[in-house]
């Protein structure tokens, strides 16, 4: 067979696609059994002997020797006097073996052979990636960025496989330029129309939790348990932690001394707030946690259709919302009860921080009031208008519209 080059021929191709040598014989068999059976009608009395170490494959026919006159059917019988040319001691009854040859079967034999075994090896290979990614659903994986479209990335990890980042499953500040590293989660493997398709995802819940796995040791080590992680990707993340061992203190362990563990999720996830929380079974208690930075005053749950109504004073009620609705939204996510948020009655009408007017009140006249010592709407309002003139650079003009915004915010 060393004479047709098609071992030699498939060699950078079973190379390329890590299909191991042993795998290839068997494949080069089957598919010269076919070609066989097609031109004999049977491959009972054919033998293959297969070479792993050389890469060689050898066909031999088996056919019994019969007189001359008695010769049926020359696929299994072949007769004395052409026996004798092959060996002069044989005799009839006796089983002859030759070798065959590629050349036997035609020119048209030898490029259907190449073509059934660049498909089969072609099909193999696409089976081998199917089941090497179906295995590692919610895995790291990093990859180089090879083409960037309008709805999707197209990556290729170390072997040269297509792994495909869709533009649903990237974080909103994601820009990725061609030959850049890219690390995020393998999110969906499947086969379409015979083609393996392995999605990645860079937003979903998993990929944060896998991070922390890099980034936390003892999140690695099982000593915390990730609860649960709620996130609106590139704004706000809520991960909720847990250890079996009173000694680990989960938060502290996962933010790192001086924030150096979460800092470096925190830049993969472009600058995405991360809240780490301690998970409890006291609902109330998680509710209160999960509604951090905001400070709250009082909770009232309803187990049976899972709302929640949180009061807290007016200066905490931003916090508790957040930015774009964010803190509150994921909140309710991670608790599982829908969250209203009251301003509480009582503490209404003690104070209310001076941040809580930015929409009304330029940052910069806050930032005059803060300067002396006033960073509460009372606060400002126990002075008097000469008194403020006269310690502050603000215009008498100013600081009266200030006041009246004030006064009309306890009214």
Not at 123 to 138: F, S, T
């Amino acid at each position: 067979m060393d004479k047709l080059g098609l071992v030699e021929s498939f060699a950078d191709f079973k190379d390329t696609k890590n299909i191991d040598r042993v795998t290839m014989m068997s494949i080069m068999e089957e598919v010269f059994r076919s070609i066989i059976l097609k031109k004999y009608g049977t491959d009972e009395n054919i033998d293959f002997i297969i070479n792993t170490d050389r890469g060689d494959l050898e066909i031999w026919r088996r056919r019994i020797i019969v007189d001359d006159e008695d010769m049926e059917d020359d696929n299994v019988e072949i007769p004395f006097s052409e026996a004798k040319r092959i060996e002069p001691d044989f005799e009839i009854g006796e089983e002859v073996s030759e070798q065959l040859f590629m050349e036997d079967f035609g020119r048209r034999a030898i490029l259907a052979v190449r073509q059934n075994l660049q498909s089969r090896v072609s099909d193999l290979e696409k089976e081998g990636i199917y089941k090497k990614y179906k295995d590692r659903v919610g895995e790291i994986v990093v990859g180089e960025v090879y083409q960037t479209w309008k709805k999707e990335t197209l990556i290729l990890d170390d072997e040269g496989n297509e792994l495909l980042l869709p533009k649903t499953q990237q974080i909103p500040s994601d820009f990725f330029k061609k030959g850049e590293t890219v690390r995020s989660v393998i999110y969906k493997v499947e086969m379409k129309n015979g083609q393996p398709s392995i999605t990645l995802s860079r937003t979903a819940p998993t990929f944060l939790e896998r991070l922390f796995e890099l980034e936390v040791p003892e999140v690695f080590d099982g000593l915390i348990t990730i609860k649960k992680i709620v996130r609106a990707p590139g704004e706000r993340a809520k991960v909720a932690v847990e250890s079996y061992d009173d000694r680990i203190d989960p938060v502290g362990a996962c933010v790192g001394m001086k924030g150096s563990r979460i800092h470096g999720i925190v830049r993969e996830l472009k600058n995405e707030n991360i809240d780490v929380i301690n998970y409890t079974n006291n609902n109330q208690l998680l509710v209160q946690r999960a509604l951090s930075p905001a400070k709250i005053t009082s909770i009232k749950l309803d187990e049976e259709t899972k709302r929640a109504e949180v009061f807290l004073r007016p200066d905490q009620v931003s916090l508790a919302i957040g930015k774009g609705g964010y803190n509150i939204k994921l909140a309710g996510l991670l608790t599982g009860y829908e969250i209203d948020v009251f301003r509480d009655n009582e503490v209404d009408i003690d104070d209310v921080d001076l941040d809580e007017f930015g929409d009304e009140i330029d940052g910069w006249i806050i930032d005059e009031f803060k300067k002396i010592g006033l960073d509460t709407a009372r606060s400002v309002l126990d002075l008097s208008v000469k008194e403020l003139v006269d310690r502050t650079d603000l215009e008498e003009e100013t600081i009266v519209e200030v006041m009246n915004i004030l006064k009309s915010e306890f009214e």
